[in-house]
T-cell receptor, first 117, second 112 residues
Framework: NAGVTQTPKFQVLKTGQSMTLQCAQDMNHEYMSWYRQDPGMGLRLIHY???????DQGEVPNGYNVSRSTTEDFPLRLLSAAPSQTSVYFC????????????????FGEGSRLTVL | SQKIEQNSEALNIQEGKTATLTCNYTNYSPAYLQWYRQDPGRGPVFLLL?????KEKRKERLKVTFDTTLKQSLFHITASQPADSATYLCALVRNAGNMLTFGGGTRLMVKP
């Protein structure tokens, strides 16, 4: 049981390049989300999904795109990278968040560290 | 605007003492509040949840209180150990329970 797996762990991009951060979970969680973490800013929600085919915007969605074609995968796309997108990105999933039951515990991946030059 | 505030300054305490971390929020009516631990270079790990109708929750050496009148949660670690050194994050659920919003975290340093 791998939990939440993020790839790549590190990436350096040039301004204007595009890339996809991959996230996969093997816990059959309906809920998945992407956060970015910056010094002094804490974790900020980018996008989330409550099930396959359903996505919604979080607090800071601009510049990012997501899709959810399967329960397991939730990739995050940067269409035209900017230096302001330099950050650590975390994918997280939950069994019960959004259902109003259980603890709503989020299971996080180990993070993807992105630098945009 | 909605805010979740945690003390951004590091908390330094001596081993064996009780550590108390604070989470204050404004303009929220959270259904529940969670606490997470984050070690350097790692993702956050869930510790405890407390619901709006609960005053206190305990788990081993951890205790969380929730005062919806003061809009504040306190997180206590009793008999603290150097291994408890980490950043602790509080988080609130909003938007019909689909969005978990985090505070900035407080770094705890427990000295032997």
């Amino acid at each position: 049981n791998a939990g939440v797996t993020q790839t790549p762990k590190f990436q350096v991009l040039k301004t204007g390049q595009s890339m996809t951060l991959q996230c996969a979970q093997d816990m059959n969680h309906e809920y998945m989300s992407w956060y970015r973490q910056d010094p002094g800013m804490g974790l900020r929600l980018i996008h989330y999904s409550v099930g396959a085919g359903i996505t919604d915007q979080g607090e800071v969605p601009n510049g990012y795109n997501v899709s959810r074609s399967t329960t397991e995968d939730f990739p995050l796309r940067l269409l035209s990278a900017a230096p302001s997108q330099t950050s650590v990105y975390f994918c997280a999933s939950s069994y019960s968040l959004g259902r109003g039951a259980g603890t709503g515990e989020l299971f996080f991946g180990e993070g993807s560290r992105l630098t945009v030059l | 605007s909605q805010k979740i505030e945690q003390n951004s300054e590091a908390l330094n305490i001596q081993e064996g003492k009780t550590a108390t971390l604070t989470c204050n929020y404004t303009n929220y009516s959270p259904a529940y509040l969670q606490w997470y631990r984050q070690d350097p270079g790692r993702g956050p790990v869930f510790l405890l949840l407390i619901r709006e109708n609960e005053k206190e929750k305990r788990k081993e050496r951890l205790k969380v209180t929730f005062d919806t009148t003061l809009k504040q949660s306190l997180f206590h670690i009793t008999a603290s150990q150097p291994a408890d050194s980490a950043t602790y994050l509080c988080a609130l659920v909003r938007n019909a329970g689909n969005m978990l919003t985090f505070g900035g975290g407080t770094r705890l340093m427990v000295k032997p």
